[in-house]
């Protein structure tokens, strides 16, 4: 939608900002919505002023675990200014030190299972113990996935208050998510031994007075990485920069094989594909890298007689 040029009281012709246009709309869906609940509407506008859309991790209106809301459809809405991309850790460097950053054996794996499984911080504090399987499936259980893997979803009753949100899925492991989970296991059993009874997957180790042994936190988890973010010379703003990297890295083809949009979609656990597509931002820089990375033509000159 685009906004009309008015006068303003200076005779000056300007433009209202798309921000202004958008929010004087809000006010006017409310009213018809509100006309049309009351009967008061003889045509189906007010049905037509909205649609359902879902809004990512990290941005805005999605908060850290994303939301789906009610806004007006896009051909009401003003086009003028672009979306803000999802934050990521785009310097290859600074990745490089994200992973080899002297952490403890907690955080060590938290970091670690946030970065190589693209979990959301909420699912990641409602994992229990019982929910990795990185030996392959146990016995006696309902799983029987041979391949080391964890379960995303189960519980919606946590200590913490975490919630997954939405749907279950089963996701894969990297060797090197399989180490720092052995390392973090034996830390835990080291400080906490038979005081350990938390069924969480994520406990304070490192608290002191009653904390230690209680399921992690968000607030734990969101200083971590904050302070990870600084020592790594690339600012986090919270977990979901972690995610939103494995995602970028995925479609791209960084530091891995690229990976199809559907398939990235079904390891992040996004209900729609459109909700996928917000990984393949900063398409510009992309391309200019892409084709300046090409090997220049090499000439022989000979000798000109």
């Given at each position: 939608m685009i906004s009309t040029p008015y006068l303003d009281q200076r005779g000056r012709q300007r433009v209202?900002?798309?921000?202004?246009?958008?929010?004087?709309?809000v006010p006017l869906r409310g009213f018809y919505e509100w006309a049309d609940a009351e009967?008061?509407?003889s045509s189906d506008v007010a049905q037509h002023m909205t649609q359902l859309r879902y809004f990512g991790p990290g941005s805005q209106a999605g908060g850290e675990q994303g939301a789906t809301r009610r806004v007006l459809v896009p051909e009401l809405r003003s086009s003028s200014e672009a979306p803000p991309e999802p934050e990521w850790v785009s310097d290859p460097g600074a990745r490089q030190r994200l992973l080899d950053a002297d952490l403890n054996a907690r955080d060590r794996f938290l970091v670690d299972l946030l970065?190589?499984?693209g979990v959301r911080i909420g699912e990641a504090l409602s994992l229990f113990?019982?929910?990795?399987?990185?030996?392959?499936?146990?016995a006696?259980?309902?799983?029987v996935e041979a391949s080391a893997h964890f379960h995303v979803g189960e519980n919606l009753q946590t200590e913490n208050r975490a919630s997954p949100k939405r749907?279950?899925?089963?996701?894969?492991?990297?060797?090197?998510l399989i180490d720092s989970y052995v390392e973090y296991v034996l830390e835990r059993d080291r400080l906490l031994g038979d005081l350990d009874t938390s069924q969480h997957l994520f406990v304070n180790l490192y608290s002191s007075g009653e904390d230690n042994?209680?399921?992690?936190r968000y607030g734990t988890a969101l200083k971590l990485v904050r302070r990870l973010g600084a020592a790594i010379e690339s600012p986090m703003t919270g977990p979901h920069v972690l995610r939103h990297t494995l995602a970028t890295r995925l479609v791209r083809g960084l530091e891995c094989e690229a990976v199809p949009l559907d398939v990235v979609q079904a390891i992040l656990g996004h209900r729609s594909i459109s909700s996928t597509r917000i990984y393949t931002h900063d398409l510009e820089r992309a391309k200019r890298n892409a084709l300046q990375s090409q090997k220049p033509r090499v000439f022989a000159l000979g000798e000109v007689e």
């Open positions: 209202r900002s798309g921000n202004t246009v958008n929010a004087w709309l009967g008061l509407l970065y190589f499984s113990r019982q929910d990795m399987h990185f030996g392959g499936a146990p006696g259980g309902s799983c749907g279950r899925r089963l996701l894969y492991v990297t060797e090197i042994g209680k399921a992690m």
